[in-house]
């Protein structure tokens, strides 16, 4: 019974902690996107050419990925088996390879087979994962993969007078997971997340707390799945009220 009582006590510090923070702003991706090293990735359907990829990323608020480091280019590379498109080509000056601003002159040519070769004739630059994510030049009227990069946008902090948060997690639904530093900020992702219905926060003790957006609410949920108490970690479940 003593340690049920520290448990909730746990959570009332916490919890009290997090009211008590001002409304600030919160950067996060669209929903859609993927949020990697503070920029925000989409991978496209289907695959076009260089060019109709590179318009579908604008069209969207994007653009089409380049990378700028061996980091960005890797996590690139975890998104296809294939071949993806990136936003470099030598359309106006031949030999002249022209990526996006915040590209920072980053190169990963694949120099085995000597690339860029083609000459002329290929003019825009994709990688190839059979190829260690090393860059090769091609003809731009190739289809492949697309993957889009875009900026956070701003959303501004929900309120959590509007949330019912209960010392409990609801388990067996959860659409996706990510770190977060509050519950304010778990329930301001869930906000702006058409598919999220509630949300668990887990803290384990250690400062790390772990943020899952549910696709459902504990009414909807079998009673086995709604967990009032955990010995090892403290949880919060929140639904709007």
Wanted: aromatic share 12%; proline share 2%.
């Amino acid at each position: 019974m003593l340690e049920f009582w520290m448990h909730l006590f746990v959570l009332g510090v916490l919890f009290t902690k997090t009211s008590a923070h001002s409304c600030k702003h919160q950067m996060m991706c669209p929903f859609g996107w993927e949020s990697w090293d503070g920029s925000c990735y989409k991978l496209l359907d289907g695959t076009m050419t260089w060019h109709d990829g590179r318009l579908k990323c604008q069209e969207i608020g994007g653009e089409m990925v380049a990378p700028s480091s061996s980091e960005e280019n890797n996590y690139i590379l975890s998104k296809t088996s294939d071949r993806m498109w990136i936003n470099c080509n030598d359309l106006e000056t031949e030999g002249q390879w022209n990526c996006t601003v915040d590209n920072g002159g980053y190169k990963n040519w694949y120099t085995r087979y000597g690339e860029p070769n083609g000459g002329t004739r290929e003019n825009c630059a994709m990688l190839q994962f059979v190829k260690d994510g090393g860059w090769l030049d091609v003809r731009c009227s190739q289809l492949y993969s697309t993957i889009c990069k875009g900026e956070e946008v701003v959303a501004t902090q929900v309120k959590l007078k509007q949330w019912r948060l209960l010392a409990s997690c609801l388990t067996g639904h959860t659409l996706r997971e990510i770190p977060t530093s509050n519950v304010r900020a778990c329930a301001t992702v869930c906000h702006y997340d058409p598919r999220c219905r509630s949300f668990n926060v887990q803290h384990f003790g250690s400062g790390e707390r772990i943020c899952q957006l549910n696709n459902g609410t504990r009414y909807e949920a079998d009673h086995t799945q709604f967990i009032e108490y955990r010995k090892s970690f403290t949880c919060i479940y929140g639904e709007k009220q």
